[in-house]
């Protein structure tokens, strides 16, 4: 079993950067692929990056490449999403989840936090 906790979200102007974490609890983390997710209002929810078990692959989605940079930290159980040069398109809803595999698909991922707001003003 893993918990998440997604914390760090909030209100910033375009142009601006936020840094989002997800605490995780559990023994499984360690063994566990991470990623990250996004819901728009009235939007299917959307692969936004992830990264295996060691930190050492990460992917991202095209939209996100180069303005996001996902880590972990497996002694504070703890993964982030650096997020940069903030754009009005990136305001929605994320998600951390904990998967089998490192993939695109949500249902890859048996495990999801709550959801923490972003939202980028113009």
């Known amino acids: 079993q893993v918990q998440l906790v997604e914390s760090g979200g909030g209100l910033v102007q375009a142009g601006g950067s936020l840094r989002l974490s997800c605490a995780a609890s559990?023994?499984?983390?360690?063994?566990?692929?991470m990623g990250w997710f996004r819901q728009a209002p009235g939007k299917e929810r959307e692969f936004v990056s992830t990264?295996?078990?060691?930190?050492?692959?990460?992917y991202y989605a095209d939209s996100v490449k180069g303005r996001f940079t996902i880590s972990r930290d497996s002694a504070r159980n703890t993964v982030y999403l650096q997020m940069d040069s903030l754009k009005p398109e990136d305001t929605a809803v994320y998600y951390c989840?904990?998967?089998?595999?490192?993939?695109?698909?949500?249902?890859?991922?048996?495990?999801w936090g709550q959801g923490t707001q972003v939202t980028v003003s113009s």
């Open positions: 989840a904990a998967g089998r595999m490192m993939s695109r698909l949500p249902h890859d991922y048996d495990y």
């Open positions: 559990g023994r499984a983390f360690s063994l566990s692929p």
């Open positions: 990264i295996g078990r060691f930190g050492l692959d990460t």
